[in-house]
């Protein structure tokens, strides 16, 4: 099993209720958004999903490792894109991945050669030797994606990975992922913006801390999912 589930995930900050018995399964190689506006619970739900807090009630599985009972194992399982870059501008694009493939234990030589499979793998590989600070938005994104994926995971969970990013980079990093995903790798992506799902993709749509809709985006928007997550949000606030 190589797929993420999360199941009953409450989480209270302070007498607001964040999560609100939150459930779905991303089932192994697929891609799903989340997809909710700007205070819907996500990055309380990535918190969770990160082990950065444990939720109240509920339960996680990440490849079939219980976040509670075998965090180590569960962790090892994921890579992760959080929204604020975690890069060293000082170092190069290299450099960055060979220090987190140092954290993760990996060897000198296989983290050289794991290094310039992601990097070539997202675009990068030219760009292995610059220095983090001198890319644009749109090549650290891909930096940072190409640097998850060194441990080889089986789940990568990205919180709102495009923020801040032209309409090109937009384009160009949806497409990369769901190759990812395409290639069996399980995905979740957080986003606000609708026309960053894909009519196949798995959807759940999140807001005030409860899952409103949970299904194949297609299903759900029918002719315009803009219209549909609109209206479902509309209707609690």
Not at 202 to 219: C, F, K, M, S, Y
Request: glycine letters at 10%; aromatic letters at 4%.
């Amino acid at each position: 099993m190589s797929g993420l589930t999360v199941e009953g995930i409450n989480h209270d900050w302070g007498a607001r209720r964040a999560l609100d018995g939150v459930s779905f399964t991303v089932q192994s190689g697929r891609f799903c958004a989340l997809l909710g506006p700007n205070g819907a619970g996500k990055s309380t739900l990535f918190g969770m999903l990160t082990r950065l807090f444990m939720p109240r009630a509920g339960r996680i599985t990440v490849a079939g490792h219980d976040m509670a009972r075998e965090p180590r194992a569960a962790l090892a399982r994921m890579g992760v894109v959080f929204q604020a870059s975690t890069l060293d501008p000082d170092l190069t694009v290299k450099r960055n991945l060979l220090y987190f493939a140092a954290l993760h234990g990996l060897p000198g030589s296989e983290a050289e050669k794991r290094a310039m499979v992601v990097l070539e793998q997202l675009g990068m590989a030219e760009r292995a030797g610059e220095k983090a600070a001198k890319l644009n938005g749109g090549h650290r994104r891909r930096m940072e994606i190409a640097r998850a994926l060194l441990h080889r995971p089986q789940v990568l969970l990205l919180d709102e990975p495009t923020v801040g990013l032209d309409a090109a980079s937009r384009a160009a990093i949806t497409t990369h992922v769901h190759d990812l995903a395409a290639g069996g790798l399980t995905v979740l992506w957080a986003t606000h913006l609708v026309d960053e799902v894909r009519e196949k993709d798995r959807l759940v749509i999140l807001h005030q801390g409860r899952v409103l809709a949970n299904g194949e985006a297609g299903e759900i928007g029918g002719d315009d999912l803009t219209a549909r997550f609109l209206a479902l949000t509309a209707e609690r606030r």
